[in-house]
């Protein structure tokens, strides 16, 4: 995607390996309990999405929420950013995608099932592992497995296209699951399926370090070994190319495996294109397409 909405920065779901933690170091804070516990509500912004999808430079293609931390955490229970940014896009018709760990996102199925007619909405629901015990260390305040996956139902049932993302994999602590996500992602009603490899930029390295003395000590060499044996020596790459994917042979031993398991799963690696030909402009005025 190109442009992305954050209504939230900071994230209380408390993932061991979240990628955005560093971004809270720029406002003076720290990358651990303050990324989970410092959340900054960005209140103006459905009035700000309205007023730039209401210039007429604005060309109209699909906005993924959320870029960076999850549009649906906890703290969207109380204010609704989220759900009041969707309302703005439902208006204009201007076609979203969204992507989340949380079962939140089944309270807007009012407003996502409005998308559907005219191919304006697309979900991803995040699947790490199916194990509540890990899944409850690694992502503390985030939807349990079995929620995720009756989430993927409601949504499937409601219309909407659907998929699973396992992200990220872990290597030697959550790869071996791949097959089993899918399947199960599968039957619940997932139509597609997609991956990112773990990544540990800045902080998150030590962060992350420390979860695995925590809670895995025994295995946290070989994961780190894993994770520098797909980033070129590094637990970390910034290479647009090659940082959601990883290199070498374990990296391809990976894909592998997802690839045969997504098919045997019946699921694509896509969902189906959105549509921003119904895209109006406030006061009725239709965009020229010609």
Known sequence: FTYGVNPYRGCEHGCAYCYARPFHEYLGWSSGLDFETKILIKRRAPELLRAELSKPSWQPEPIAFSGATDCYQ????????????????????????????????ARDLDLLRQFVPWHGIAALITLTSLDPDLAGSLEPRAARPAARLDTIR???????????????????????????????????????????????????????????????????????????????????????????????????????????????????PDLPDLDCSHFRRPGGTQLNLL
């Open 74 to 105: 906890p703290a969207e229970r109380q204010f609704q950013l989220t759900r009041q940014c969707l309302e703005v896009a439902l208006e204009l018709r201007n076609p979203v995608s969204l992507i989340t760990k949380n079962s939140l996102i």
């Open 154 to 268: 409601q949504l499937a049932a409601a219309g909407i296209p659907v998929g699973v993302m396992i992200a990220p994999i872990i290597p030697g602590l959550t790869d071996h699951e791949m097959p089993a996500i899918l399947t199960a992602a599968a039957e619940a009603g997932a139509q597609s399926a997609s991956m990112i490899v773990l990544r540990l930029p800045h902080q998150v390295k030590d962060l992350f370090a420390d979860w695995l003395e925590t809670h895995v000590p025994s295995k946290k060499a070989r994961i780190l070994s894993r994770v520098r044996e797909i980033r070129g020596g590094e637990l970390n790459v910034t290479s647009w190319r090659t940082r959601m994917r990883g290199e070498g042979i374990h990296a391809e031993n990976i894909r592998n495996l997802f690839n045969v398991a997504r098919r045997r799963a019946g699921l694509n």
